[in-house]
């Protein structure tokens, strides 16, 4: 189970969620259990954290 520590960072990985990179430049959440999207950055070009990326 990933956790926060408060100095701008996550311990450990999220589980059962990845992410990828959309054409545009956002990135996208999504369960790997059901394949659902869960959320989109739409802010900034940066990554979620603790979340795996997928190929």
């Known amino acids: ?3 926060n ?3 701008n ?3 450990g990985a999220v589980s ?4 990828f ?3 545009n ?3 996208v959440k999504r369960d790997t ?3 659902r999207f869960m959320d989109q950055k739409t ?3 940066t990554k979620f954290k603790g979340v795996r990326t997928e190929k």
């Open 9 to 11: 960072y996550r311990k």
């Open 33 to 35: 259990t059901t394949g």
């Open 1 to 3: 189970m990933a956790g």
């Open 21 to 23: 990179q959309l054409p």
């Open 25 to 27: 430049g956002n990135y």
């Open 16 to 19: 059962h969620r990845s992410q």
């Open 5 to 7: 520590t408060g100095k």
């Open 43 to 45: 802010s900034s070009n």
